[in-house]
């Protein structure tokens, strides 16, 4: 049974306000896997013991627990596919999330990061678990292109990184859903010492993208399915743009660059 099946079978046995709650997930269906208790509290018109109540009504422990299982059904859905096609399915996702990213590129928005990361005296780039990977990823570009940046990808080595960070220093951070807390409490500190931050998240209106002073969107959502290649080629088509974007902002001739970084690392190759 869905869960859409299982709110219409519960649903007459609902209180008043119970019913609120039940509308308005009706409504929103899958979504409910990014919404919050806040969000649906405002959105429903009703309190935290009411959103409860109406879980465990339905037969969950909680909030988050119905959110586990609809995750779990929608993924379920979306990875049923013939065996000899799931290498296709698994490719049309992936031009789905460029495709998708591409559509979100707010053009005021890396013109004006592109700008803040040409004038910063320090730059930083925070993220944690996957999106740590692509903040080292993005370190890694950047040099190729003649800016030194870095990534820090420990809680405790950002926070102390960001404590030192001043007016025209710039943080880049990383969080799919906006609401990773170690990477929220780390641009916080930076953002408090007048650091120019950069989000590079889903959502506009999560706690890391108000957060900061510039945003850059991904399109893909992930719960379930944390980590996924998705996600990662989402976050690394933003990370090219910015690089590729800060050599043309800045008319940078970085052939004779990438000739030097190459001429570094030839003699490492075996024979």
Known sequence: MTFIQLIQEHYPNLT???????DYLLTIKEKIIYSTMGDIKEMANVG????????QKLGFSGFADLKIEVAKEDFSRSH??????FYDTILENLFDALNSTRQLINEKALTHAIAEITNANHLYVFGVGSSGNTSMNLENMFLRVGVHCKAV???????????????NDVVI???????????YDSLQIAKENGATII?????????IAKLSDIVLQTSIEEFLDGGSLAGIISQLYICNVLV???EIY???DTIPLREKALRSILGKAIE
């Open 16 to 22: 008043k306000s119970e019913k609120k709650v039940a």
């Open 48 to 55: 935290d013991a009411t959103i409860v109540r109406f879980c």
């Open 80 to 85: 049923t596919t013939e065996e000899h096609t």
């Open 153 to 167: 990808v420990d809680p405790h080595f950002q926070s102390q990184s960001a404590s030192l960070l001043g007016k």
């Open 173 to 183: 951070g990383f969080s799919l859903s906006g609401r990773t807390k170690d990477t």
């Open 199 to 207: 989000a590079v998240t889903n959502y506009l209106s999560s706690p």
């Open 244 to 246: 590729q974007g800060y």
């Open 250 to 252: 800045n008319r940078i």
